[in-house]
């Protein structure tokens, strides 16, 4: 549409047309737009197809750690994909069992689609590493918003098979069982030991680094986790920022409500002709002076509470180690 010939019909009066004129030119200008936009096969308009040779990356992250000889043995495999061969496999399984998203099926064309070693893989990826979701598009060749979907699917399937058996506190055969180590260690009636840890948040917005640090002075997150000596984390309380200390995140974690209401596992014990109806849980000196927390002493006095104190530190490295072994395989 020329600019002269819409002047004309802009400012000329006596045309009693110019309005239909003037819709039917922008009409005519639209279809001609669309006529130059290059069109490409796809189910979005314009949306860029590209050819990855699913099937090919299929094959080779199969060859590289899941033939009989793969190219990476299993040493490769734990450090990679933070486990073993036998736990990938069982959480494969149980996922492809829960999800028919992971199943491997064939398009409307017959083509083969994205496997779930893909599909899992990417999910693996990305939660081991921290990394963007279109980084494992080059070789387990998956398109950036089916990674992302894939890993959200992953996640509410691992939560919904696995989350009754280790996303829940102990029932009454685990404290059983609890109470019966933890009294052979010197503490009877101890649940575990509680503690907080800060997991470096190297992604974190730059807004935000200055509530998200604390005396690290780099950007964290706390987890804050109850642990027994089998490295079994069965309360963790994740998500607030570094620039809390212990105290601050004990007053917002379930751990803390449960105990102000006088809620948890009921255990009745005497101690100094004292009788308790709960647990208690070995902490540092940070935490409140309460009868559900035996903490340490910071300068004992005495051989007894030199013994003590030294015990006590001994038995509370479960959950440190706990946090140690997290930090070696997600750090």
């Given amino acids: 549409m020329t600019h002269n010939r819409l002047a004309k019909i802009l400012f000329n009066d006596d045309s009693d047309d110019k309005f239909h004129l003037l819709a039917t030119m922008i009409e005519e200008e639209e279809m001609a737009n669309e006529d130059r936009t290059p069109h490409r096969p796809g189910s979005i308009p314009g949306h860029a197809v590209i050819r990855r040779d699913r099937v090919q990356g299929n094959d080779r992250l199969y060859r590289d750690y899941f033939a009989d000889t793969p190219t990476f043995g299993p040493r490769l495999f734990r450090r990679r994909f933070r486990m073993n061969h036998p736990l990938f496999f069982r959480i494969q399984h149980a996922v492809e069992a829960y999800d028919p998203y992971f199943v491997q099926i064939r398009d409307a064309c017959g083509a083969l689609g994205l496997s779930s070693l893909q599909k899992i893989s990417a999910a693996f990826r990305m939660l081991a590493y921290g990394i963007p979701a279109d980084s494992v598009d080059e070789y387990v060749r998956i398109g950036e918003s089916t990674a992302i979907e894939s890993l959200k699917k992953f996640v509410k399937a691992i939560i919904a098979v696995f989350g009754n058996e280790y996303l829940r506190s102990p029932n009454s055969s685990d ?90 596992p009921h255990i009745n014990y005497s101690i100094n002709g004292h009788e308790y109806t709960m647990g208690y849980y070995l902490a540092d000196g940070i935490y409140p002076s309460w009868s559900t927390f035996v903490k340490t002493l910071s300068s004992p006095q005495g051989n007894k509470n030199k013994h003590f104190t030294a015990c006590q530190e001994s038995a509370r490295k479960d959950v440190e180690r706990a946090f140690g072994v997290l930090q070696s395989r997600y750090t």
Avoid at 177 to 198: A, K, Q, T, V, Y
Avoid at 225 to 243: C, K, Q, R, T
């Fill in 175 to 264: 404290i059983a069982r609890l109470l019966e180590i933890n009294s052979d260690r010197g503490f009877p009636e101890m649940l575990g030991s509680i503690d907080c840890m800060h997991w470096k948040w190297k992604n974190c917005l730059v807004a935000w680094q200055g509530m998200y640090s604390g005396y690290i002075h780099e950007p964290t997150i706390i987890l804050e986790a109850v642990a027994s000596y089998d490295l079994w984390i069965w309360h963790a309380f994740f998500g607030l920022p570094g620039s809390l200390n212990d105290i601050n995140v004990l007053e917002r974690s379930t751990v803390f409500k449960d105990l102000a209401e006088g809620r948890g």
